[in-house]
């Protein structure tokens, strides 16, 4: 009998983290748009760093860093009762950070793009820089907003090395349905395999066509 459980917590997953990086992402995205300071290529580059390197070596850093047993993890622990390894709230710690470019790129790529008179015209008129960016600059990215959004969601369904490296192989907890791919297998069992790659290649290939189908509907209808 196949075991929907590590569907289920891949989505919750999905959708907690693409929430968190919306509200996190969009101003980060907002202020890496504007000049190119030293500072803001160095942190550019160390959002970009889960795009190149292996995700095993991101895990292991967070393994370390959030250890009980030492450190940053061990002050957590006896303060907040927080235990980030091996649980749930690790995984999306893990995945927030590893979806990161995902959600910064597009958008910080798309704000560039925006004609500066857009938001000079804005100011002009009496609107504040949050007002402006949420009532006036966002409408006009939409699409590349909700291509980051979906692209964030669907990375975060396939991850595999950087959630088992920090949230282990728990039944219910943290066995995401990635692992339990591989966990299947590695048992030889290729039913319950080729049925969680099946929902989740059909889960993101819905999603990647919707967005592709609304993007090419919003190309058509732009002005001139």
Request: glycine content about 6%; hydrophobic content about 55%; proline content about 5%.
């Amino acid at each position: 009998m196949i075991d929907w459980s590590p569907i289920w917590l891949t989505l919750k997953l999905a959708v907690i983290s693409t929430s968190i990086l919306l509200v996190l992402g969009l101003p980060v995205a907002y202020w890496l748009s504007k000049g190119h300071s030293l500072i803001k290529v160095i942190l550019e580059a160390l959002f970009t760093m889960p795009l190149v390197l292996p995700p095993t070596v991101l895990g292991f850093y967070l393994l370390l860093a959030f250890s009980p047993q030492q450190g940053l993890g061990k002050w957590l622990l006896q303060h907040f009762n927080l235990q980030l390894v091996f649980s749930f709230e690790g995984l999306v710690l893990a995945s927030v950070i590893y979806s990161l470019p995902f959600m910064i790129s597009p958008v910080k790529s798309a704000l560039q793009q925006l004609p500066v008179s857009l938001a000079h015209a804005s100011f002009t008129m009496g609107k504040s820089e949050r007002e402006t960016f949420f009532k006036v600059l966002l409408p006009n990215i939409r699409a590349s907003l909700l291509t980051a959004t979906v692209m964030t969601f669907a990375h975060t369904l396939g991850e595999f090395g950087v959630v088992l490296m920090i949230g282990g192989n728990i039944p219910g907890l943290t066995r995401v349905a990635s692992i339990a791919i591989y966990n299947s297998v590695e048992n030889m069992d290729y039913r319950s395999a080729n049925f969680y790659s099946l929902v989740l290649f059909g889960f993101t290939f819905i999603l990647v066509v919707a967005v592709f189908i609304y993007n090419k509907y919003a190309s058509k209808n732009l002005p001139g």
